[in-house]
């Protein structure tokens, strides 16, 4: 089976405002869907990505306004990493000093050079300096120059007590294959590279279990084209590994199965068709808050219920 990678990952917040002017504001990425939680529709579920919001550039989050910090711990993905072009990594360092971005040092992994930082809401994130991308689309919304602006995921780093069940989900279900180990670390990738090709795995027992709240991730998802490919995914898990995953899910923008892989992370596999374009332009993506049909009737509620989220207030920066 030819793997294509991470469709989405999706992560716990704390106030919506915070959340946008961050993601939007802070890191240039642009606001593909406002929408909400389909299973808690009080809450809002928003999309950012890059223009078309591609899979593979798409990072969603679920934010509660007093939503309890999380814990980093086994069973989860303990850093996700973001793709910007290598020449740009001294910007990005400037831009983190300049707005109060809460980073660390530059980092070497795998040869790479990484920029790690924190959200307001503490997220472990990094910025990878990928050479060859450049040339790339990228999203120029907000005032970041397009030759820095981020294109799409590096990777994720899961945090597991061993590395070797979940690896062979990698590898046989979505199409990984291992091609280095650093340390504790091993990483798998899918041919071809390109936005969200990565997954690494940082094995070490002795953690406590992670503890989901702001700041936490709450799912990965990887990319199946379509429905029958997807389906072929569900019954290698179940034929090869055991694994029963939920009934199909309709999410307006793609369709998902989910399941807990060896690790006990939550896993998501979600098609890329019919994609973010299915109810709203291209061209005004994210402009208007889109509910599924089953929650139209709740509309007017919802908009009364759900907080402002408003462009022209001040960006509310991270704490140092």
Do not use: C
């Not at 990594?89 to 790479?112: C, D, N, T």
């Not at 450049?134 to 005032?143: F, H, P, R, V």
């Not at 820095?148 to 690896?167: C, D, Q």
């Amino acid at each position: 089976m030819n793997g294509k990678g991470i469709h989405h990952v999706t992560a716990i917040a704390g106030p919506a405002q915070r959340n946008l002017d961050f993601y939007a504001r802070i890191l240039g990425l642009r606001l593909v869907k406002k929408t909400v939680n389909f299973d808690d529709p009080g809450t809002y579920h928003l999309y950012f990505g890059d223009e078309a919001g591609s899979p593979g550039s798409i990072l969603t989050f679920f934010p509660w306004k007093h939503v309890a910090p999380g814990r980093t711990g086994l069973g989860e993905a303990q850093e996700t990493v973001l793709r910007v072009p290598a020449g740009s990594i001294g910007y990005w360092l400037h831009r983190f000093v300049e707005k109060g971005v809460v980073h660390q040092p530059l980092v070497k992994r795998f040869g790479e050079t990484l920029l790690p930082f924190k959200d307001p809401d503490g997220m472990r994130l990094a910025l990878a300096a990928v050479p060859g991308i450049e040339n790339e689309t990228a999203w120029t919304g907000a005032d970041i120059p397009a030759e820095a602006a981020i294109r799409g995921f590096h990777s994720v780093n899961l945090l597991l007590a061993e590395a070797a069940p979940t690896g062979a989900i990698l590898t046989d279900v979505f199409g990984f294959a291992e091609i280095g180990r650093e340390g504790s670390l091993v990483r798998y990738r899918v041919n071809g590279g390109g936005a969200g090709s990565i997954v690494d795995i940082h094995e070490a027992g002795g953690f406590l279990p992670a503890r989901l709240g702001g700041g936490s991730v709450h799912h990965i998802a990887f990319r199946a084209a379509d429905d029958a490919e997807e389906e072929a995914m569900v019954r290698k898990l179940a034929q090869n590994h055991g694994i029963r995953t939920t009934e199909q899910k309709d999410r307006n923008y793609f369709r998902s199965v989910y399941f807990r892989e060896p690790g006990h992370v939550l896993f998501e596999i979600a098609t890329d068709v019919p994609g973010f374009a299915v109810d709203e332009p291209k061209a005004t993506l994210g402009e208007t808050l889109k509910l599924p049909a089953f929650l139209e009737t709740r509309r007017a509620a919802l908009e009364v219920s759900l907080p402002p989220l408003d462009w022209a207030k001040p960006a509310i920066l991270p704490s140092t």
